[in-house]
């Protein structure tokens, strides 16, 4: 512990490095969620997208059956086949944009659903809803349009759990923002462990350093030569009571005697 020294530099280089990798990081984490964010926003508008073509399909389904119930196409035996001819013209011309709205909506559904993802998981959401857009699309071949009106309440009620799934995915973010912004988490709560830890350890040794040091330069100063140590010296008070006795009539007798005696 006495030989063990911990430069100040060290203490800068640790803090220069942990910044770099925070930095680095926290670079990276942005990067991958505003990729992951973007992808979100392309899922929302697909979300949005299905559910308009749906409501257009169901509205044009719908119309189509009205054209179809007013009987005022329908073929009469009393009919001449120039008067049947032309009515089959009307109604096509009525029912021409009607009939499109239908067939094209019914396609861009089928286009927004993953072929290969029904081909791998057949009970999928998604693959009940191409069950109910092909039957729908072959009754509507065949011109049964009431059948085609009934395979919208089953287009809708497949199209909700997929929609529910999809909105809960954007809602939470995606698997690898998931991912990322779980490991971001543990490496903050993981690393300010270890950094307080590292800090609180070397604080420790150089507090222990330190106080070493400082017994070190106690015990030095400490130590006295003796034989340089000086009496101290005589206080005004005392020197005073000395002239004092010095003066006084008994001090002088008593001098006096010792002189004869020594006479």
């Given at each position: 512990?006495?030989?063990?020294?911990?430069?100040?530099?060290?203490?800068?280089?640790?803090?220069?490095?942990?910044?770099?990798?925070?930095?680095?990081?926290?670079?990276?984490?942005?990067?991958?969620?505003?990729?992951?964010?973007?992808?979100?926003?392309?899922?929302?508008?697909?979300?949005?997208?299905?559910?308009?073509?749906?409501?257009?399909?169901?509205?044009?389904?719908?119309?189509?059956?009205?054209?179809?119930?007013?009987?005022?196409?329908?073929?009469?035996?009393?009919?001449?086949?120039?008067?049947?001819?032309?009515?089959?013209?009307?109604?096509?011309?009525?029912?021409?944009?009607?009939?499109?709205?239908?067939?094209?909506?019914?396609?861009?559904?089928?286009?927004?659903?993953?072929?290969?993802?029904?081909?791998?998981?057949?009970?999928?959401?998604?693959?009940?809803?191409?069950?109910?857009?092909?039957?729908?699309?072959?009754?509507?071949?065949?011109?049964?349009?009431?059948?085609?009106y009934v395979c919208c309440d089953e287009i809708r009620n497949a199209a909700a759990p997929l929609l529910k799934s999809t909105w809960d995915l954007v809602k939470n973010g995606e698997q690898g923002?998931?991912?990322?912004?779980?490991?971001?988490?543990?490496?903050?709560?993981?690393?300010?462990?270890?950094?307080?830890?590292?800090?609180?350890?070397?604080?420790?040794?150089?507090?222990?350093?330190?106080?070493?040091?400082?017994?070190?330069?106690?015990?030095?100063?400490?130590?006295?030569?003796?034989?340089?140590v000086q009496p101290p010296k005589p206080k005004l008070e005392d020197k005073i009571k000395e002239s004092y006795k010095a003066s006084s009539p008994e001090n002088k007798n008593t001098s006096e005697?010792?002189?004869?005696?020594?006479?």
């Amino acid at each position: 512990m006495e030989g063990f020294s911990i430069p100040p530099t060290i203490f800068v280089a640790f803090g220069v490095i942990t910044a770099a990798l925070l930095a680095g990081f926290f670079s990276f984490l942005n990067l991958v969620s505003a990729k992951e964010n973007k992808v979100s926003e392309f899922r929302l508008a697909w979300v949005d997208g299905l559910r308009d073509e749906i409501s257009i399909h169901t509205a044009a389904v719908q119309e189509l059956l009205r054209i179809e119930d007013n009987n005022i196409y329908s073929q009469h035996d009393d009919l001449t086949e120039e008067e049947s001819t032309t009515l089959k013209r009307e109604w096509y011309k009525d029912s021409r944009e009607t009939y499109a709205k239908v067939i094209e909506n019914l396609t861009r559904i089928q286009l927004r659903l993953n072929k290969k993802h029904i081909e791998n998981e057949p009970s999928s959401h998604e693959a009940i809803l191409m069950q109910c857009l092909t039957k729908s699309r072959m009754h509507f071949n065949n011109g049964e349009y009431d059948k085609g009106y009934v395979c919208c309440d089953e287009i809708r009620n497949a199209a909700a759990p997929l929609l529910k799934s999809t909105w809960d995915l954007v809602k939470n973010g995606e698997q690898g923002y998931q991912r990322v912004r779980t490991i971001a988490a543990y490496t903050l709560i993981y690393g300010t462990v270890a950094v307080t830890a590292a800090f609180l350890v070397s604080s420790l040794l150089f507090l222990n350093q330190t106080t070493d040091q400082y017994k070190k330069l106690g015990v030095q100063n400490l130590t006295i030569n003796f034989e340089n140590v000086q009496p101290p010296k005589p206080k005004l008070e005392d020197k005073i009571k000395e002239s004092y006795k010095a003066s006084s009539p008994e001090n002088k007798n008593t001098s006096e005697n010792s002189n004869l005696i020594n006479q």
